[in-house]
C-alpha cells in the first residue's frame, strides 16, 4: 500500500467520524433526524423482541410443567417456527450446513439436524449439521434402478 493510499484511508475514516460527531451534535439535521429515528425504531424492535422471547419461555416452561410429551412440544415449536416465518431446511444445500464427517466422493448427504433460514432476509439463522454418507443398495433399490434403466431403453 502506498503512502497516498494509506493518508487516503486514514482521511476517509476521519471524514467519517467528523459526519458521526455532527449527526449527535445537532440533532435537528435531517440525518440526525433519521439516525434518531432509527435508533428509536431499533430499540422499539429489541424490547418487542425480548418480550416474545419471554413469552416463549414461559409457555415451554409451562408445557414442561404440565407433563407435555414431545409430541405435545414438537408442535409448540412447530407453532412458533411458523408464527416467526422460520423456514426449516432439510435439503442437500451445502451453503446451510456444518458438514461433520465423511468424505463428498463417498456418497450421498445425510442431514442429521436442519438448517433453520430466515426467507425473508435469506440468512442462515441456524446452521444444519450433516454427513457425507457411503449409501448401500439394497434390493428395492436395485430394482427400482434397473426398472428404471428398462424404462429408458
Same mark, same amino acid.
Not at 500500500?1 to 458521526?20: D, G, R, S, V
Not at 468424505?103 to 438448517?115: F, H, R
Given at each position: ?32 433526524? *433519521?439516525?434518531?429515528? /432509527?435508533?428509536?425504531?431499533? #430499540?422499539?424492535? %429489541?424490547?418487542?423482541?425480548? +418480550?416474545?422471547?419471554? $413469552? ?46 465423511? *468424505?463428498?466422493?463417498? /456418497?450421498?448427504?445425510?442431514? #442429521?439436524?436442519? %438448517?433453520?433460514?430466515?426467507? +425473508?432476509?435469506?440468512? $442462515? ?29
Amino acid at each position: 500500500m502506498t503512502k497516498n493510499t494509506q493518508m487516503l484511508m486514514e482521511l476517509k475514516a476521519e471524514l467519517e467520524t467528523l459526519k458521526t460527531a455532527l449527526v449527535v451534535m445537532d440533532p435537528k439535521v435531517s440525518a440526525s433526524a *433519521d439516525a434518531y429515528d /432509527g435508533l428509536r425504531k431499533q #430499540i422499539a424492535f %429489541a424490547a418487542s423482541s425480548r +418480550q416474545a422471547h419471554l $413469552v416463549q419461555l414461559a409457555q415451554f416452561s409451562r408445557a414442561l410443567r404440565r407433563g407435555a410429551s414431545a409430541t405435545d412440544l414438537t408442535s409448540l415449536v412447530d407453532e412458533w417456527l411458523q408464527e416467526a416465518g422460520l423456514e426449516v431446511v432439510n435439503d442437500s444445500n451445502l451453503d446451510v450446513y456444518e458438514i461433520l464427517d465423511g *468424505d463428498p466422493s463417498s /456418497g450421498s448427504l445425510e442431514v #442429521i439436524s436442519p %438448517a433453520f433460514v430466515d426467507p +425473508q432476509t435469506g440468512h $442462515v439463522v441456524s446452521m444444519g449439521q450433516a454427513r457425507w454418507t457411503t449409501r448401500s443398495v439394497t434390493k428395492s433399490d436395485q430394482t427400482e434402478q434397473d426398472g428404471q434403466e428398462e424404462a429408458l431403453a
